[in-house]
């Protein structure tokens, strides 16, 4: 959206005057777009670091470097697949579902010490743009504590 | 969706009772689905998962709601399993015994309330594992140690309540349990120990209180849910030795108990080590597959073949001194001693000083790494343990290990054991790994315990611990004068839990109205 289609689409009826209330519209309504997408931005990005704090609490006592979960994957999936943190081919719900489940030697995670709000942040930050993890300069630093 | 129900309990009186545990916590924290309730089942099993289901699971943040939802399960009759963190992995995780049980995880409960560095010891909630401990430690630089299982995701409180062990010379955790905060099965809060006085001063300090002493009676017991545990650290020493010690052949582990067992019990070593036959580093680091195709046991030239490969001797024992460097010194000389009047080989000696870090210390540090194990086999592995208390003498030992080998080779399971020694006896784990979609495997694995359980009592040998589905089979071997342990545990039973609400058929010992439950 920009102000040339506006102008075109709605020729000023009010002379100088519609023209400044229509231009201080269209700066207030920029404005209140590039806050809704900062919002969100921020938004996410606060999940992504929610969902990375929460990873490295509830997971990390297996899947940082040197885990056993991250064991586990490196024997079954080869060793550039054995980090979560690192993995770009996860799927949201493919990991709240294993959580929840378990696979092979994982056993599966209740809703009492993984409640869904908490899971739905781990799977934002499993699942996170690339673009997100450009500015994420600690990944994959973290052993297992 | 399939229901399921505790034994006596109607759908609707069961909704009823769980409305009111919603009407505590919170909807959010009553879980009753179907998946949930797989997520509280026991996912190790050796194929007998469905034995042990739950109904549901409930989840209080405080002790107020412990006693509210203990109060409404009176009323409705409802079964309450608690579980602290629900890791008790190999002995059946989370699950009940009786299926139709409510599972009371009391995870949410996961404060430190206190940790004393100068008198060395902590109060915590169940829901407290051992690796929000150990950060809690480290991140207020409290030079104060843990003992830490071999899996060390489960809590701390949970653990010295089922008796588990670690390898410090704290390791054995019910002992340094001091002060425990309970809520009765008829929802009464009470204080163990010196905190039964109101403004007690020394309530993790003085273990006995005045009186009868309380605090074992809610360790493997079903006559209360334990809310608070104080329980003793270890102040960090100045300096540890640690000693590798390979032994090449099955047999040595005899004279190696005789070796240690009057140095553990003077005092020369004052942590528990463990004689573990070293197979374990081999089943962590790679798979079966690897090394044998074949049916059956892992044959003995085959083993020795894979152990020469890897450096090994038959058996691999830990054994550290901590202390004073002068004295670790001294003792080391001692057991170094003792050692080469039956063997040639140089035993390595690792040192550690205080500001060092802590990795190869001996300290007691959380890991989960100990799982590895159950990819051995390949498939969805499992583990169940066997866990015989025998003397610390050389007779016990190769007795019950050539015997204990013997029953894993006639059913074809790769003999998996550790002798831990403690002052007087050991404490001898035998795990069994396997697939658990191999169905033929695990029916064989059920039976060889029921045999183990049968040998093991024919010498005398009584279980420190164990799995859900044979807590029967094990009480019923503490058998003197017409099991009169197990009828006093039942009268005193009775007489706190007159509903029969509180983990029923939780160490053989069952309520009143759910006797006929009795496997």
């Known amino acids: 959206m920009n102000g040339k289609t506006l102008r075109s689409t709605y020729p000023a009826p009010l002379g100088w005057i519609g023209n400044l209330l229509r231009a201080l519209a269209l700066v207030a309504l920029n404005l209140l777009i590039a806050v809704a997408i900062g919002r969100t931005a921020d938004d996410s990005a606060q999940k992504i670091e929610g969902g990375k704090r929460l990873f490295r609490e509830r997971c990390g006592y297996c899947h940082l470097a040197g885990g056993t979960g991250t064991i586990m994957l490196a024997r079954r999936l080869g060793k550039d697949r054995s980090l979560l943190e690192e993995r770009r081919d996860l799927n949201a719900e493919y990991v709240k579902k294993i959580t929840r489940v378990g696979i092979n030697g994982m056993p599966p995670h209740n809703r009492i010490e993984v409640p869904d709000r908490e899971l739905d942040l781990i799977a934002i930050y499993l699942t996170r743009p690339v673009s997100a993890r450009a500015a994420d300069t600690t990944r994959s630093k973290g052993s297992a504590p | ?519």
């Open chain 2, 1 to 519: 969706m399939r229901s399921i129900l505790p034994p006596r309990v109607t759908e609707h009186t069961f909704q009823r009772a769980l409305n009111g545990f919603a009407g505590v916590v919170g909807k959010e924290w009553v879980l009753a689905t179907e998946e949930d309730r797989e997520t509280f089942m026991d996912y190790y099993a050796a194929g007998d998962a469905d034995l042990h289901v739950p109904s549901a699971a409930v989840g209080p943040q405080s002790v107020e709601e412990v006693q509210a939802i203990v109060r409404i399960a009176n009323e409705y009759r409802v079964p309450l399993w608690p579980v602290s963190r629900g890791k008790n992995l190999g002995y059946g995780a989370a699950a009940p015994c009786m299926t139709g049980t409510v599972v009371l995880d009391l995870g949410r409960m996961n404060r430190i309330l206190d940790v004393n560095e100068r008198f060395g010891y902590c109060l915590i909630e169940p829901g407290v594992g051992f690796f929000d401990l150990f950060n809690h430690l480290q991140t207020n630089k409290i030079k104060l140690w843990m003992s830490i299982p071999a899996n060390a995701w489960g809590s701390v409180v949970g653990n010295a309540l089922e008796r588990g062990y670690g390898y410090t010379p704290y390791g054995e955790n019910t002992r340094n349990i001091c002060g425990l905060e309970v809520v009765l099965p008829n929802g009464e809060v009470l204080r163990t120990g010196n905190g039964a006085m109101s403004n007690s001063s020394s309530w993790q300090l003085f273990k006995y209180g005045y009186g009868p002493s309380w605090d074992q009676l809610f360790c493997q017991s079903n006559f209360g849910i334990v809310t608070k545990m104080g329980m003793w650290l270890m102040p960090e020493p100045e300096a540890t030795l640690g000693l590798n010690i390979q032994l090449p052949h099955p047999d040595d582990v005899g004279w190696a108990v005789d070796e240690l067992a009057p140095l553990r019990l003077k005092g020369v070593i004052e942590q528990s080590p463990s004689i573990g036959n070293s197979l374990r580093f081999v089943a962590s680091a790679t798979q079966r597959s690897q090394w044998y195709q074949g049916n059956g046991a892992l044959p003995d030239d085959v083993l020795a073949e894979i152990l020469k490969k890897n450096n090994l001797g038959w058996w691999t024992i830990n054994l550290r001194l901590y202390g004073y460097d002068e004295v670790n010194e001294a003792h080391a000389r001692i057991i170094k001693d003792a050692f080469a009047k039956h063997m040639k080989q140089e035993i390595q000696a690792v040192k550690w000083h205080r500001g060092e870090p802590i990795d190869n210390s001996g300290a007691g540090i959380p890991a989960t790494t100990a799982l590895q194990i159950i990819n051995w086999r390949g498939g969805r592995g499992g583990h169940i343990g066997f866990s015989p208390i025998l003397p610390a003498t050389s007779e016990h030992v190769l007795k019950q290990f050539h015997n204990t080998k013997k029953r894993y080779e006639e059913i074809g399971v790769d003999y998996y054991g550790s002798f831990t020694l403690f002052e007087r006896y050991t404490t001898n784990v035998n795990m069994m790994v396997y697939d658990r979609d191999d169905t033929a495997m695990t029916s064989k694995v059920r039976a060889l315990f029921k045999v183990l359980i049968a040998d093991a009592a024919k010498e005398g040998y009584s279980e420190y611990r164990t799995h859900i589905s044979y807590m029967d089979d094990v009480a019923l071997t503490f058998d003197f004068n017409h099991h009169a342990l197990l009828r006093l545990n039942e009268t005193l039973k009775d007489a706190l839990d007159p509903n029969g609400i509180l983990a029923p058929g939780k160490q053989g010992i069952w309520p009143r109205a759910l006797r006929t439950e009795r496997a």
